[in-house]
């Protein structure tokens, strides 16, 4: 009875309740501006609400927090330059589908199942917190360095038919992301003496000058053909499309669930293994994936909102951050005297159910702010294109610059789009560039960090991998993935396919 009073205080306080409510109204448009980070804007809330009481600063921040992870779909869909890293699969069949003059619909459909993966996240905290946060602190670094290698052999599911594409693309990802300083040893690593290099290269601006300078470019060649027209007759997605895909959605939540609550992953990471969780088990796809598959549309939009909730747990739990946002947060707690860890459920069990019933109400105001606004929305792709190429490339000149207030981000940003439209142009996805590029610290400092600790033994590394039942299950994937793209496999499922 105590945890539900505690739950329900954001609820019953009219301003708390609105304090929510404009985060998530902010967040949703800061998440779908290219270039205005969730992190970022978490982060300056923080100046702004440390003299604020607690509650009032936890309501503001996790509304910007759920809002801003749903927001990033919405270009996404529209413009094909995804919000944020967590909408790069959505965009895969979202921009499809709007190119077929279904904007509104996938918007409707994509903002339901956000709400559905957010409420089992959500759910998943509020039960089984202490199950999962004991799950995550399993991991090993070898196990986050297998993890970060199980990634890029997705990349075979955003890449058509051919892996070896895909990891190629995958790989130049992961040089992208080596460049700069070693995070071990501070030695500089392909910077070539330019002290420019020394931060690396913003994965942003990668991100928006593949997807977003890119798709310009790209649109060049197709100025005669006329706007498509958006058919926004109807927002709400009919209620047998939301049966339907209720079953994937849940499935997809659960990945989302557990990969967020895995410490430096994200709603990135568990977006992109639902979208291959969707493409590996849906039989008979009334489209083909990547082509404007709405199963491609809610497994990723399900599992990225899930993570939120996953994010949480070993936050609250352990005192881990789950994702950067969540690093951010324990700072804000600290700043306002909390200790979030082991003792806070025991100390402090207020600020759990708080959060938890905070967590609820930003996602029911997704559904509410999430299903408005649409039709103003879907306007920005029925612009003529000697229009909108204009729009696009204004828009990701300012999100890149608006990382570091840097013009160099603008430059790096053109550079990527220029490689992005030759890749298109002889068939390689620009998406495993950018999965490639989030996950190269990831596979780098555990990769070290495991070896280290074998005291330099390759062999001990994978000794020691054959011991441990989760490094194994990962490992078995990989060579699953890997197996599952060569013609020997192929033409196996057709016999066995024709013979049934």
């Known amino acids: 009875m105590e945890a539900l009073s505690f739950f329900a205080i954001s609820w019953i306080s009219p301003q708390l309740l609105a304090l ?21 804007a978490v982060s300056i809330l923080i100046s702004f609400t440390f003299s604020w009481e607690v509650n009032n600063a936890l309501c503001l921040m996790v509304g910007v927090y759920m809002g801003g992870v749903y927001g990033g779909s919405r270009t996404a869909i529209l413009l094909n330059i995804p919000g944020a890293p967590s909408a790069i699969a959505t965009a895969l069949d979202g921009y499809p589908l709007a190119q077929k003059g279904l904007a509104g619909e996938a918007i409707g459909l994509s903002t339901v199942m956000s ?14 917190a202490p199950f999962v946060s004991d799950f995550a602190i399993s991991f090993q670094p070898r196990d986050y360095m297998l993890l970060g290698v199980l990634g890029i052999m997705l990349v075979g599911s955003l890449s058509g038919n051919s892996l070896a594409k895909g990891v190629l693309a995958g790989s130049f990802g992961v040089l992208i992301g080596t460049v700069g300083l070693d995070p071990l040893t501070a030695e500089e690593r392909f910077t070539f003496g330019v002290v420019e290099l020394w931060n ?9 000058g593949l997807f977003g300078i890119s798709e310009a470019l790209t649109q060049l060649h197709f100025m005669h053909k006329a706007s498509v027209k958006q058919v926004i007759n109807r927002i709400i997605p009919k209620w047998k499309d939301v049966k339907r895909y209720l079953p994937l959605s849940l499935q997809s939540s659960s990945v989302g669930v557990i990969v967020g609550a895995l410490p430096g992953t994200g709603g990135d990471i568990a977006a992109l293994m639902a979208y291959d969780y969707a493409k590996r088990t849906t039989k008979n796809p009334e489209v083909e994936f990547g082509k404007g598959a709405k199963e491609g549309l ?14 949480y747990i070993p936050m609250l ?29 025991i100390e402090q069990p207020e600020i759990f159910w708080f959060t938890v019933g905070n967590l609820t109400l930003a996602n029911i105001f ?15 792709v029925e612009c003529p294109k000697g229009v909108l190429i204009p729009i696009i490339f204004l828009l990701s000149i300012v999100g890149a610059y608006s990382i570091n207030n840097a013009i160099t981000d603008v430059w790096w940003m053109l550079g990527f789009g220029v490689i992005g439209y030759f890749m298109k142009q002889y068939g390689y996805q620009v998406g495993p560039v950018i999965l490639g590029v989030i996950l190269s610290r990831l596979i780098d400092e555990n990769w070290r960090r495991a070896i280290l600790s074998e005291q330099g033994s390759i062999a001990g590394f994978f000794g020691e991998a054959f011991t441990s039942p989760l490094s194994c299950v990962l490992l078995a994937t990989i060579v699953f993935i890997f197996i599952s793209h060569t ?14």
């Open 115 to 128: 709400v559905i993966g957010g409420f089992v996240g959500i759910f998943v905290l509020a039960v089984a």
């Open 20 to 40: 929510t409510a404009l985060g998530t109204f902010l967040g949703i448009y800061v998440g779908a501006i290219p270039g205005l980070s969730v992190t970022m």
């Open 487 to 500: 013609p020997l496999w192929t033409r196996w499922r057709k016999n066995k396919s024709s013979k049934s």
């Open 366 to 380: 997704i559904l509410i702010f999430g299903l408005t606004g649409i039709r103003l929305f879907a306007k920005l």
């Open 317 to 345: 739990t352990l005192g881990i951050p789950g994702d950067a946002v969540t690093a951010v947060f324990i700072g804000a707690l600290f700043i306002h005297g909390l200790n979030p860890g082991p003792l806070l459920m």
């Open 298 to 311: 809610v497994a990723p939009e399900s599992a990225n909102n899930a993570a939120v909730g996953g994010a």
């Open 200 to 208: 690396g290269i913003n994965p942003v601006a990668v991100m928006i």
